[in-house]
């Protein structure tokens, strides 16, 4: 197994996902992966939590698990299942079992979305056994030293059914992801896209004046990925309004009402 040291030495730096830290979240996450700690990241859609991640194991050069939760996903789902192959059964290994085996970064992305019973899988791996135990093949699996499990979730979405237990989640460290401070936001957009500082900073600014509109009925706010989509159509050379529309209206309500409102309140800052 690699020392995290060595092989973040050995990813360089075009390998490494860009990623612009809002603070010290970077190294608080080394910290948890030194300490084998698991990590809970929580923030709105689009804000830049699977970047942050993807960011991070580039670093430590360990690899990644991506697990997009949702609500069909059951703990089978992660711990794995027997399957018929060519008239045998054989055991079939989930996407978390074989993080687990194999070690690296495991995320379950949107973790409350998933049924109830994978927090029954998560709860040995995020204690100091760290362990996975698979019921089904009478297996003890111990998770490697350089194993960590990120989880994230939108608190915005957040309802009695679909929230973390107090015993899931205070297995975990947490950071509070917001959306980036304006200047980083700007950062972000022009570096994502190749849109000038200005018109970064306009589609920011934008952002804001969406993002603090009162009476306006929506589910979620503007996200740094619309920004991004936004600027990526500017950068193909499509008209303003078009780009806006598309890109920030469009996905943010389906009610005309909403997105007349919304259509009037860019209008009075563009
Ligand atoms: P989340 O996982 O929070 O839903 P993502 O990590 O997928 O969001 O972020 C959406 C997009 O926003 C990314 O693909 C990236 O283009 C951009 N982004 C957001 N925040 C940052 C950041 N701090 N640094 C670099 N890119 C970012």
Redesign the pocket.
């Known amino acids: 197994m690699r020392d995290a040291a060595q092989a973040a030495e050995a990813a360089t730096t075009a390998d490494i ?6 603070g010290s979240e970077c190294t608080l996450f080394m910290e948890a992966h030194r300490h084998r700690l698991p990590l809970l ?1 929580k ?13 991070m194991a580039a670093r430590l050069g360990l690899p990644l698990h991506t697990v997009s939760c949702h609500d069909d996903l059951t703990a089978a789902d992660l711990t794995g299942r027997y399957l018929l192959k060519g008239g045998e059964t054989v055991w079939v290994d989930g996407p978390l079992t074989r993080a687990v085996r194999d070690g690296g970064i495991c995320y379950l ?1 949107e973790v409350v979305e998933a049924r109830k019973d994978v927090t029954v899988v998560l709860h040995p791996l995020t204690d100091d056994r760290r362990v996975m135990p698979l019921d089904r093949t009478g297996e003890l699996i111990e998770a490697p030293a350089n194993f960590m499990l990120v989880v ?1 979730y ?1 608190p915005g979405y957040q309802n009695v059914l679909k929230s973390l237990k107090p015993s899931t989640r205070q297995r975990f460290l947490a950071l509070d ?1 917001g ?2 401070k304006p200047e ?2 700007a ?3 022009a ?2 896209t190749g849109v000038d500082h200005d018109t970064a900073a306009m589609l920011v600014g934008l952002a804001h004046r969406i993002r603090g509109l009162k009476g306006v009925d929506l589910e979620e706010a503007v ?3 619309l ?2 989509y936004c600027a990526t159509l500017l950068k193909a050379g499509r008209p303003l309004d078009e780009a806006v529309r598309a890109a920030i209206i469009e996905p943010l309500s389906d009610e005309a009402d909403v997105k007349d409102g919304l259509a009037e309140a860019i209008a009075a800052i563009l």
Request: hydrophobic letters at 35%.
């Open positions: 996902p860009f990623y612009v830290p809002a990241l923030g709105p859609t689009g804000c830049g939590k699977t970047r942050f991640v993807a960011h992305d994230s939108n992801f959306y980036p980083l936001e950062q972000v957009v570096s994502e996200s740094t990925r920004l991004v």
